[in-house]
């Protein structure tokens, strides 16, 4: 199916989400250790190092308040892409396995994991541009922001699965997907949505029956609470590179493959 032709064929939200559960029951375990170490390490690693990079600015003379504050908004804007990075990586990592065992190949661990890191430089570019597009964007009128997200969702997959350029994934990904712009947008708003929801039953859970049950004061339930959070960005992230792998499936026409040999895929 031509690339024209699937952008012009309707998505089904359901479907998505029926390939996006397959993926998550026939290959959890794999899912989650992959989330955790293509997404959830490398986000405590990332907060650490930060941690200990901001002291020292906060107590930046006058005379190094301009480099200070260039150096405070680089790390703001690290500290808001980064976790995108990691998402792609494990994204590529999701993408990898379940087209290897699409194709009949041998899908291990250890071979996505492998192709996620070999591609963390164009995962590295697509976070840092569409970030910094999006955010420019949303800062506007918001709404840019949110076209341009959607537009630009199947860039990964193109880039890693399709060998496309930066600018020819983007550009690719915006062909891909119009016309179906509000399903795509749906998935992400589900997703979001659902995040948000898991994040604020962990926090005010932890603020009403955690800390009177346990009799926690606040700062003894940082760390729980920081380990809780993470918890549920991961299995967020690792159903994040499912969904999309599924949009992506769909979009490409794939689903429809006979000759798929992937549990996920029939």
């Known amino acids: 199916m031509s690339e024209a032709a699937a952008a012009r064929a309707p998505l089904e939200f359901g479907r998505v989400w029926a390939l996006t559960g397959r993926m998550l029951r026939h ?7 992959m989330g955790l170490l293509l997404f959830a390490i490398p986000n405590i690693i990332f907060s650490a190092l930060l941690s200990m990079a901001l002291p020292p600015l906060m107590n930046a003379s006058y005379s190094d308040f301009e480099s200070a504050l260039f150096t405070a908004r680089a790390i703001g804007i690290g500290r808001l892409a980064f976790p995108l990075f990691t998402l792609y990586l494990l ?16 899908a291990s661990l250890g071979d996505s994991l492998l192709f996620a890191l070999r591609r963390a430089g164009t995962a590295v570019g697509l976070a840092l541009v569409i970030f910094l597009c999006v955010a420019a964007g949303t800062l506007l009128l918001v709404v840019p922001g949110v076209l341009i997200w959607t537009s ?14 930066l600018n020819d994934s ?42 009177p049950t346990f009799n926690l004061v606040l700062g003894d339930m940082v760390l729980p609470m920081a380990i809780a959070v993470l ?14 792998t599924a949009t992506y499936i769909q979009l490409r026409g794939l689903d429809a493959d006979s000759d798929a040999t992937a549990e996920v895929f029939v």
């Not at 290959?27 to 250790?33: G, I, K, M, R």
């Open 152 to 165: 630009w969702s199947m860039a990964l997959p193109l880039a890693v699965q399709e060998g496309a350029g």
């Open 231 to 244: 918890a549920v960005e991961t299995f967020a992230a690792v159903a994040f590179a499912a969904a999309f």
């Open 170 to 211: 983007l550009n690719r990904s915006g062909a891909l997907v119009r016309g179906n712009r509000g399903p795509v947008f749906a998935v992400s708003l589900v997703l979001f949505l659902g995040l948000l929801a898991a994040e604020v039953v962990v926090r005010v859970g932890g603020v009403m029956w955690l800390a």
């Open 27 to 33: 290959l959890a375990v794999l899912l989650l250790v």
């Open 91 to 106: 994204q590529a990592g999701v993408l990898r396995h379940v087209f290897a065992t699409r194709e009949g190949r041998k």
